[in-house]
C-alpha cells in the first residue's frame, strides 16, 4: 500500500528513520537513488543491513528518529512508518522540524501507522496523523484511512 502511495516512480534521496528490520527499506531501495535508513535499535540495523545487502545507494546506520542523521538535508523523500506515534508530542515536534527543515520544497513525506498498534504507545496514531496534516509547511497529496491502517502523504511547500 505504501509503495502505491508514492507519488513519484524514483527519488534522488530517501530517507527512512526507524527502519526496523528492513523489509520496507529494501522496497524503498529501489525507488531511490540514494537511500538513509536509520534506526536506534541495534538489531534492527543489523537486520536492515542484511536485508539491503546488494542494493546500491543504500546506507544503514544507527540512529535516532530526530538526529540529522536521519533525515539528510536534501531528501525528496521520507518515509515515517510505524513511528511517531512511538514518540511523546514534543518530539514529534522536533521530528517534524527537522524534516521540513531538510526536505525541500516540492519533497514527499510519508507517514503511515497501524491502527491496531499497543495500548502503551504514547500517542494515539490519529492524533498523530491530525498533527502532521494540520501542519501548514506540508500540504496533503495522498490520504488512504482504512480499519487497519492510516497513510498520508504529505508534500512539503
Known amino acids: 500500500m505504501l509503495l502505491a502511495a508514492l507519488p513519484r516512480e524514483h527519488y534522488r ?3 527512512e528513520p526507524g527502519c526496523g528490520p528492513g523489509a520496507l527499506t529494501r522496497e524503498l531501495a529501489g525507488r531511490c537513488r540514494r537511500l538513509v535508513a536509520s534506526d536506534v535499535v541495534a538489531e534492527a540495523v543489523a537486520a536492515t543491513t542484511a536485508a539491503t545487502a546488494g542494493s546500491p545507494g543504500t546506507e544503514v546506520h544507527r540512529s535516532d528518529v530526530d538526529d540529522a542523521a536521519a533525515v539528510p538535508d536534501g531528501a525528496d ?37 497501524r491502527l491496531q498498534w499497543p495500548a502503551e504507545a504514547p500517542t494515539d496514531a490519529r492524533a498523530v496523523h491530525r498533527r502532521v ?14 480499519d487497519d491502517l492510516l497513510l498520508h502523504v504529505v508534500r512539503r511547500r
Open 133 to 146: 496534516c494540520g501542519d501548514d509547511r506540508f500540504t496533503t497529496v495522498v490520504e488512504h484511512v482504512d
Open 77 to 113: 523523500l521520507v518515509v515515517l512508518c510505524d513511528v511517531l506515534h512511538h514518540l511523546l508530542p514534543a518530539r514529534i515536534d522536533a521530528v517534524l522540524d527537522r524534516v521540513a527543515g531538510s526536505v525541500p520544497a516540492g519533497g514527499d513525506v510519508v507517514v503511515a501507522h
Open 13 to 15: 534521496l530517501g530517507a
